[in-house]
T-cell receptor, first 113, second 116 residues
Framework: EAAVTQSPRSKVAVTGGKVTLSCHQT?????MYWYRQDTGHGLRLIHY???????EKGDIPDGYKASRPSQENFSLILELASLSQTAVYFC????????????FGSGTRLLVI | AQKVTQTQTSISVVEKTTVTMDCVYE???????LFWYKQTASGEIVFLIR??????ENATVGHYSLNFQKPKSSIGLIITATQIEDSAVYFC?????????????FGKGTHLHVLP
């Protein structure tokens, strides 16, 4: 069954440390996305990618980098984690048509202390 | 600026009744796409239903239907015969065109509580 798998499911990180969140999809989708969810803010787009080896900035990219080494894999990197980056992070994939719906991963709960 | 607004933060209904969740959007695009997603208590987010702006007929999937009022930039989600398991957070979303891709922006969500 096609799916989007995120790892880890949860993580505790130290302020100033490096954090890498991973996402793997088996949907054969070209587009992948990283969203952040905070209480009261809904889902906000951090980075996205429409082809391997290329990433684009979303609406809130500051403090985050992304990497898309293959069609299936998309990582979100926090080089210097900060308290304000405590949130739940969702990866999603979609087809290329503008009316394509998203398939979401289960989310990664990140706590920065 | 393109925007999606859900003004209802929380709604409570009795099981087996009908509920409508509101959503208004702003866009300059002549063609756009609107979605509703459901986030369960476990955190899983799933796609429910979509409305293409050029279609006049309201979309329906199972016990979910949409009330699309284009002149009012409104896309309401209607759930008929609600069940306890419909309790969740519902997100309205809109696809917008960007430099190299279509991206989706989300509203802040409406928390639906279905009571026995």
């Amino acid at each position: 069954e096609a799916a989007v798998t995120q790892s880890p499911r949860s993580k505790v990180a130290v302020t100033g440390g490096k954090v890498t969140l991973s996402c793997h999809q088996t949907n054969n989708h070209d587009y992948m996305y990283w969203y952040r969810q905070d209480t009261g803010h809904g889902l906000r787009l951090i980075h996205y990618s429409y082809v391997a080896d290329s990433t684009e900035k979303g609406d809130i990219p500051d403090g985050y980098k992304a990497s898309r080494p293959s069609q299936e894999n998309f990582s979100l990197i926090l080089e210097l984690a900060s308290l304000s980056q405590t949130a739940v992070y969702f990866c999603a994939s979609s087809g290329t048509a503008p009316n394509s719906d998203y398939t979401f991963g289960s989310g990664t709960r990140l706590l920065v202390i | 600026a393109q925007k999606v607004t859900q003004t209802q933060t929380s709604i409570s209904v009795v099981e087996k009744t009908t509920v409508t969740m509101d959503c208004v959007y702003e866009t300059r695009d002549s063609s756009y796409f609107l979605f509703w997603y459901k986030q369960t208590a476990s955190g899983e987010i799933v796609f429910l239903i979509r409305q293409d702006s050029y279609k006049k007929e309201n979309a329906t999937v199972g016990h979910y239907s949409l009330n699309f009022q284009k002149p009012k930039s409104s896309i309401g989600l209607i759930i008929t015969a609600t069940q306890i398991e419909d309790s969740a957070v519902y997100f309205c979303a809109m696809s917008r065109e960007d430099t190299n891709a279509y991206k989706v922006i989300f509203g802040k969500g409406t928390h639906l509580h279905v009571l026995p």
